[in-house]
């Protein structure tokens, strides 16, 4: 019996090279989107969507994540209740943060697992625009 079950294992195939990447950076980026940035994860509806990419919604925006090693994304922008706090999660979970010093005060930069700049923004309040429309 102990033979049998050794037999059996031998021929499972093995989970090649390239799924194992894939499945790393969908961890990757659903740790990164939706637990650090706080993004809902959606999945497409759509046959032609890319089965390499996906997508999140955050900050009023939807984002496509490519984790390819040939994608160049041009860097993101989110306004954000509090760039600062959101930093500070990226920082304590590993990630890069940098201050720009020619940034407007309170913008801040995370890298994704990806390379991809992400220039947090401080949201105004809707005190803060009226008080701008009216000045």
Same mark, same amino acid.
């Given at each position: 019996?102990?033979?049998?079950?050794?037999?059996? #294992?031998?021929?499972?195939?093995?989970?090649?090279?390239?799924?194992?990447?894939?499945?790393?950076?969908? @961890? #990757? /980026? +659903?740790?990164?989107?939706?637990?650090?940035?706080? *993004?809902? +994860?959606?999945?497409?509806?759509?046959?032609?969507? !890319?089965?390499?990419?996906?997508?999140?919604?955050? /900050?009023? !925006?939807?984002?496509? @994540?490519?984790? #390819?090693?040939?994608?160049?994304?041009?860097?993101?922008?989110?306004?954000?209740?509090?760039? /600062?706090?959101?930093?500070? !999660?990226?920082?304590?979970? *590993?990630?890069?943060? +940098?201050?720009?010093?020619?940034?407007?005060?309170?913008?801040? @930069?995370?890298?994704?697992?990806?390379? !991809?700049?992400?220039?947090?923004?401080?949201?105004?309040?809707?005190?803060?625009? *009226?008080?701008? #429309? /009216? *000045?």
């Amino acid at each position: 019996m102990y033979r049998d079950r050794l037999m059996t #294992a031998k021929l499972r195939p093995a989970r090649s090279e390239a799924s194992a990447r894939a499945s790393s950076d969908l @961890v #990757a /980026a +659903q740790s990164f989107y939706r637990d650090v940035l706080g *993004g809902r +994860q959606l999945w497409p509806t759509e046959r032609e969507a !890319r089965p390499e990419s996906v997508r999140f919604f955050i /900050a009023g !925006r939807l984002i496509e @994540v490519c984790p #390819a090693p040939d994608n160049t994304a041009e860097t993101l922008e989110l306004c954000v209740e509090s760039p /600062a706090s959101i930093a500070e !999660r990226c920082w304590d979970s *590993g990630y890069t943060v +940098q201050l720009p010093v020619d940034a407007p005060p309170g913008e801040i @930069v995370v890298i994704d697992p990806f390379g !991809r700049p992400i220039t947090l923004i401080p949201r105004l309040s809707e005190y803060a625009l *009226g008080a701008e #429309a /009216a *000045g």
